[in-house]
């Protein structure tokens, strides 16, 4: 959502870099652009005149002039004041001492408040509590049916005692009191003993006074903890207005954002925090219920200025990968059992768990600048790895070095690809088991061209190296008739004939030969035919 906008000021600040001290005319270019940027991202204005003009008075004090680097001081000038008008800090559910805790939604038509009732219920429920989902919208048609729908898909209870509007096109439905379901639903969770109660109402506009004093009946009678006023973010300055009519009629203590995954310009995230005075506690970035996250200003301003997120993929991945595997993963390498396709399986299908590659990789510092590459990135890559390895038999993901040409044709045309990609992905498989196996010896990153440093891998003076293994068997009959006879010969102890250029040293002393590990003196042809004998 916030794309445009870092672009614009990750440029702005690029023309600040190159030069060792700023004068008052480049601050009142840098803040001038920063002003076109915002109202571009429909920002309110006052909002914008309140950022700017905090950002000309410290930008041209002693904490940028006696900087010593002016640029990075501008940067760090904006980040405070992004953070600043997106709430300052993040602030926990102020959840009550007696529960049930009561939450109350409430916003516009079609802002997804159902929905961010399920995304809620599902993470408080991964938090250890005990939430049930009440259906007091009786007015959009199905939206009973819908909540059940999103209940049961996160494992939550609802309760709708009341139908609600099946499909008729009249706004009231006969016999339906949405404060009385309110208060039997409190009632319930109090018998069933659960410990957060989530009550999603009607949509409801600014201007209908008739909705508005529902919505403040429904507060009155259920006496919630939280109101929680759903907004969606992608309608630009429009939600100043929306906001303040909603704090005027019904008022609410914090602020969800929807839909922060659009292609919006983003004016509402940066704007309404500011202009109500509450907090923004979370953020929907997507339609499944684990696209829901608590929202921190910090992280968010960090987002925007395109110095990654890097906190949130943390939390992220320590959600999605297990614990007790990464344990079992750690102790595998450290025996030197190796890393094998199936576990590359294993750690590709967590990694899917985290959610989309391009969100994941967008949390990265400095990622702007390759967002075209990202957003070209196919999702669906991830998928034709994973159907590349189904493919392959139990003996061949433990030992790849077995696949030869017929096995990798084999493969190809079961995962539905072509030969170049399991040569692919093989080749970056075996980097990757190189680096494992590195790393788990104790001998540090491989160098490539290097080896280990002397005195760094577990190889000592006076110890003798462990024989490498031997290579996989090639498909070509030839080639692999000369490795069995090299190996036999292996097997016996003949030991190979060297070639006549390593009967000496580079300084002429002669000594005894060194065989080379990678050179297999069988796999030479013969080259008469090059020569023209």
Known sequence: MFATLSDRLTSTFKNLRSKGRLSEADIDATVREIRRALLDADVAVPVVRQFTGAVRERALSAEVSGALNPAQQVVKIVNDELVAILGGQNRPLALAKNPPSVILLAGLQGAGKTTLAGKLAL??????HTPMLVAADLQRPNAVTQLQVVGERAGVPVFAPHPGNQGSEQDVVVGADPVAVAREGLATAQARQ????????????????ELMRQAADIRDAVDPDEILFVIDAMIGQDAVATATAFQEGVGFTGVVLSKLDGDARGGAALSVASVTGRPILFASTGEKLTDFEVFHPDRMASRILDMGDVLTLIEQAEQAFDAEQAEQMAGKLASGQGFTLADFLQQMQQLKNMGS?????????????MREAIENFDEREVDRVEAIIRSMTPAERDNPKILNGSRRARIAAGSGTQVSDV???LERFTAAQKMMQQMAKGGGMPIPGMGNLPGTGKKG????????KAKGKSGNPAKRAQQERAAADRAAGIAPAAP????????GLGGAPQQQDA???SSIEDLGKFLGR
């Open 123 to 128: 993470h408080l429920k991964s938090q250890g």
């Open 194 to 209: 659960h410990d957060v109660l989530i009550v999603d109402t009607a949509g409801r506009l600014g201007v209908d006074a």
């Open 357 to 369: 590659m391009k969100k994941m990789l967008g949390m990265l510092p400095g990622m702007g600048q």
């Open 423 to 425: 040569n692919g992905l």
């Open 461 to 468: 003076r006076g110890r003798v190296a462990a024989p490498k």
């Open 500 to 507: 006549a250029a390593a009967q000496g040293s580079a300084f």
């Open 519 to 521: 050179f297999d003196p």
